[in-house]
């Protein structure tokens, strides 16, 4: 499976822990009080939503040319600015004003982009067609620095085994 279906069934992965975690937290007015009320609480559940994806991302496969990281999370960003655009086009002038699933044209962003969206709600960005056009791009972003970083922990115990073979044929 390729890292750009494998990041998709990632993301979906993520769409439903993000709704699952949502859920939990508006079934009481006192947790849902509580935790959007507290700054520090919100960016706590931001800080787990990225790294669901930092830790998801750790599952990309490394056997593809370093060069093609960045491309891994294609279609997620395609899938997420066609949702998008046929949101924007539909509803032009009213796009940000009509609430999740409110209307057909949002529908698809609204449930597609979940995690990205919640993020901006709880941050306080979420009124900003740049803040959710540039969300579109987070999850591709943080799968790139994920495959980095495990290319550079891989990298790391190749030449740590290289060392101890060197020191074994002494």
């Known amino acids: 499976m390729n890292n750009n279906l494998r990041g998709l069934l990632f993301h979906i ?7 699952a975690l949502s859920y939990f937290i508006n079934l009481s007015e006192d947790v ?18 990225l790294y669901m994806y930092f830790l998801l991302g750790k599952g990309m496969t490394k056997r593809r040319p370093p060069i093609e990281d960045i491309l891994t999370g294609n279609l997620i960003i395609f899938i997420s600015l066609l ?6 086009l539909g509803l032009r002038e009213k796009f940000l ?14 449930m597609f982009m979940y ?19 540039a969300s579109a791009f987070v999850p591709g972003i943080i ?4 495959i980095k970083k ?3 922990v891989i990298k790391r115990k190749k030449r740590i ?4 073979m060197r020191i074994n044929e002494k």
């Open 13 to 19: 992965i993520v769409i439903i822990a993000t709704f």
């Open 32 to 49: 849902r009080n509580l935790i959007y009320g507290n700054m520090v609480f919100r960016i706590i559940i931001v800080i787990l939503i």
């Open 83 to 88: 949702s998008i655009g046929v949101a924007f």
């Open 97 to 110: 004003e009509v609430g999740p699933g409110d209307s057909y044209y949002r529908f698809f962003m609204d």
């Open 115 to 133: 995690p990205e969206l919640y993020i901006l709600k709880l941050i306080g960005f979420y009124e900003y067609l740049e803040a959710i056009i």
């Open 143 to 146: 799968y790139f620095l994920s």
């Open 150 to 152: 495990s290319r550079a």
């Open 161 to 164: 085994e290289r060392k101890r």
